[in-house]
Nanobody, 124 residues
Framework: QVQLIESGGGLVQAGGSLRLSCAAS????????MGWFRQAPGKEREFVAG????????YYADPVKGRFSISRYNAKNTVYLQMNSLKPEDTAVYYC?????????????????WGQGTQVTVSS
């Protein structure tokens, strides 16, 4: 069992930056692929970024490429999402997710564990 707790959300102006963190419980964090998803009001939850066990492979959704960066620090059981050049359309609840396979997938059903989410609001 893995428990995930997100933090770092908040209100920021367009063009600003935020860094989200996701702290995971358990000793086998390094054996989980980690992903970030987001869900805007009235929309389906969507993939944002993912990172492999070692951190050697990362993947991003097209809308965030070049602006967001995912990283992980296995010694601290934490994955990060650095978000730069934020836009109002990035406003959403951001969720951290984990899966035991060493493969970054973009579908919700590929992930076994989910956090409660953290709100990100970007004002224009």
């Amino acid at each position: 069992q893995v428990q995930l707790i997100e933090s770092g959300g908040g209100l920021v102006q367009a063009g600003g930056s935020l860094r989200l963190s996701c702290a995971a419980s358990g000793r086998t964090f390094s054996s989980y692929t980690m992903g970030w998803f987001r869900q805007a009001p009235g929309k389906e939850r969507e993939f944002v970024a993912g990172i492999s066990w070692s951190g050697g492979s990362t993947y991003y959704a097209d809308p965030v490429k070049g602006r967001f960066s995912i990283s992980r620090y296995n010694a601290k059981n934490t994955v990060y999402l650095q978000m730069n050049s934020l836009k109002p359309e990035d406003t959403a609840v951001y969720y951290c997710a984990a899966r035991s396979l060493d493969y970054v997938g973009g579908r919700l059903d590929e992930y076994d564990y989910w956090g409660q989410g953290t709100q990100v609001t970007v004002s224009s």
